[in-house]
């Protein structure tokens, strides 16, 4: 088989509601989540669907720079290739944009990736998880993620995420240590016996993570996600040594270079596997597979994925069988997808699909029609 044909289709998505980072919040509910489809066909007439969703405040990536790269840099390039031979099209994609110390635009490399797996997927008549070569586990447990603006308003929304069924949260942090404490207390006075972590998304100088950890030591916590900015080398190693948290690395491990630097000068001891933000499925692997052969402990988290990179999230993080919740909040924020028919979940698990590929059934007529985002100036 051969790729004779990919489209980038951009769409958007409306939101339920906000999510708030350190820097602001991720999107605004008029923009909407936006997304760069990707469909890839094979010469056989076989179709792999991937997806960029980027987060302009997360990482440098955009709508219009995924959706530009995709179409005039990086899909010329896998024209007429192979799709099973996938490090042979990250190497094609590395020649015309060259990754640093991370893959080099690696949301836009890893829509690609996951429409190159999914095809390949379902021309031979299996599942993602089956192509991974792992089946440690059928389902992933999900996390409800925390982002109010103060201990009340987190107390309500915890109390009802957890007649939702939630069992696990996920609390954004990066404001003023003792602020942010008091969301912490908060989440824990309402849910006792829930998994709970925080995620500061690079938000504090060392100073401030430094009183930070000692305060969500004190409420219990044993998680502490991208503390301080990721060039930040000196404070990591610093922080690892004053706390007896887990201090895990996201936005510091978006490129196998720069983890193994870090493993090396053990300024890392957790890692948070993004499929997106890696480059994709591709790099994913590698990175899952680095972490568990060091000891790590390892994290499954995303981007606000819409169901293309939700489901590619779980084939991978149950293949490696991260049991810890994972952070794939989607079906939190969005209020409308693209698929004819939904994924399998049951309650807050969602469970690996059984189907061909990723396992997304997608719906093109929406996708073309009242979903399709003009980005024309």
Known sequence: MRIERIEVLPVRLPLKGVLKLARGVSRSIDEGKQIALVKMTGDDGTVGWGEAGPSRRWSAETIHSVTTTIRHVLAPVLIGR??????GLHAAMDTELAPGFDPGQPIAKGALDMAAHDLICKALGINLQTWLGAKRMDRVELAYLVSQPGPDETAAAV??????????????????????????????????????????????????????????????????????????????????????????????????????????????????????????IHYARQLCDLARNAGMKLIGSGLMDAPIGFAASVHVFAAYGI??????????????????????????????????????????????????LDLSI
Request: net charge negative.
């Open 159 to 280: 109390g009802k995420a957890l007649d939702e069924g939630f069992r696990a949260f996920k609390v954004k942090v990066g404001n003023s240590p003792a602020f942010d404490a008091e969301i912490v207390r908060a989440v824990r006075q309402a849910a006792p016996d829930a998994v709970v972590w925080v995620d500061a998304n690079q938000g504090y100088d060392l100073d401030n993570a430094l009183r930070a950890a000692k305060l969500f030591e004190a409420e219990g916590i044993e998680l502490f996600e991208q503390p301080i900015p990721m060039t930040d080398l000196y404070g990591l190693k610093k922080l690892l040594s004053a706390t007896a948290m887990n201090i895990a690395l996201d936005e510091a491990a978006m490129g196998l270079p720069l983890i193994i630097d870090l493993l090396r000068r053990d300024a890392v001891e957790g890692l948070v596997c993004k499929v997106q933000k890696v480059g994709g």
């Open 82 to 87: 192979d799709p099973f031979d996938i490090a």
């Open 323 to 372: 049991d810890y919740p994972v952070d794939l909040n989607g079906p939190q924020h969005l209020s409308g997808d693209y698929l004819r028919t939904p994924l399998p979940r049951e309650g807050q698990m969602a469970l690996v699909p059984q189907v061909p590929g990723l396992g997304c059934d997608i719906d093109e007529d929406r996708v073309r029609g009242e979903l399709a």
